[in-house]
């Protein structure tokens, strides 16, 4: 199954992605976006949402970044706790 993604969520993936330091830009946006398509994937969906990649996020960033996290989605107008329970 081919996966999309919605402009508005691709264009969140890349302004928080590309806000990351450079050591941790590049894998993030591979794992992220692997799983954000996993997500996808899961829910029948040919198309990534917003929800995948918050969850793609939380559960893809060590515990030690996930503060940093929760900053940069915040950031970005996401509201973290709105798609992941804690």
């Given amino acids: 199954m081919d996966i999309k993604w919605n402009e508005d969520v691709k264009a969140k993936y890349e302004e928080i992605t590309d806000s990351l330091p450079q050591f941790h830009r ?3 946006k591979q794992l992220v976006k ?3 398509e996993e ?3 899961q829910r029948d969906s040919q198309n990534v949402e917003l929800d995948d990649l918050v969850a793609a996020f939380a559960q893809e960033v060590p515990p030690a970044f ?3 996290m929760k900053k940069l989605l915040a950031k970005h107008g996401i509201d973290y706790l709105k798609y992941i329970k804690e």
């Fill in 39 to 41: 997500l996808a994937r």
């Fill in 34 to 36: 692997e799983k954000a």
């Fill in 66 to 68: 996930k503060d940093m």
């Fill in 26 to 28: 590049t894998i993030a």
